[in-house]
């Protein structure tokens, strides 16, 4: 229970990804609000931690809106009088050829993935600094990094995340405020599996996808969300500005043999 008493905001917790941080979380005793716009996919996992003996709470939240995010953090502190750690999970990804990518298409993903991010650190850090302490996780990705063609928009946005997360961390240290970003590659999401489904031969996409990595299988939500929870923890005490990449070795290899 290294988070006993902590109050935790997740984005975009209402399945996959930031459904594992948030139970992830919660295992370790902190309050997890539930941020997440679609309301049925919110709620069901509020009711799993509660009736798993945690403690969660859901509010509607969209990241894309600044009035939303700036309601939903009031709605926070009137409720809990503060904020031990935000993770930023809610996104959206984008596969699409150069020349066939719309202004919309930009707006909707620098929106919901850079600017939604920022704003969420924004108004959550002005309670933060009022109690001169906490952790920001942005939940980046290993595009970020290294990436393949026609993810141009998507690859911005999460590189934008790594640079605006490591000026947080410089802008935000002296009020004892840690940001670092967690940047993870392929993950057992149901995203993952509609995107294997879409295939003529998902197993041989699958075995494909495996022989990538380094590690006999690809990531879980509960293996970025142990990340998260070690990152927000005092463990993680002189961790700030970092990209930490949890890609099963993705991103290690130069081309496949």
């Known amino acids: ?51 798993a003996g945690g403690k969660a709470h859901f509010i509607k939240t969209d990241v894309a809106d600044e009035e939303n995010i700036e309601n939903m953090v009031n709605e926070v502190i009137d409720r809990y009088g503060k904020i031990d750690t935000l993770v930023n999970n809610a996104g959206v990804t984008l596969f699409k050829p150069l020349q066939d990518i719309t202004t919309e298409d930009w707006d909707t993903v620098i929106n919901i993935d850079l600017k939604g991010t920022f704003l969420c650190c924004k108004y959550v850090s002005k309670y933060m600094m009022q109690k001169n302490r906490g952790s920001i996780i942005n939940i980046s990705s290993n595009h970020s990094i290294s990436t393949l063609p026609d993810t141009e928009v998507y690859a911005a946005a999460k590189a934008g995340v790594n640079g605006m997360s490591r000026s947080m961390s410089l802008s935000l240290g002296k009020y004892g405020i840690r940001v670092n970003t967690i940047c993870p590659g392929f993950t057992d999401t149901p995203h993952h599996q509609k995107w294997l489904s879409n295939h003529e031969d998902p197993i041989e996409v699958n075995e494909y996808v495996l022989s990538l990595h380094a590690t006999p299988r690809i990531s879980t939500p509960y293996d970025i969300g142990r990340l998260a929870v070690y990152l927000a923890s005092d463990e993680a005490e002189m961790v700030t500005g970092s990209d930490l990449v949890i890609d099963g070795g993705v991103t290690s290899r130069l081309y496949n043999s």
Not at 24 to 45: P, Q, R
């Open 1 to 51: 229970m290294r988070l006993e008493d902590y109050v935790v905001i997740v984005t975009g917790a209402g399945q996959g990804m930031g459904q594992g941080i948030a139970q992830e979380f919660a295992k370790e005793g902190a309050t997890v609000v539930i941020a997440e716009l679609n309301v049925a996919n919110g709620k069901a996992v509020e009711a799993t931690i509660n009736n």
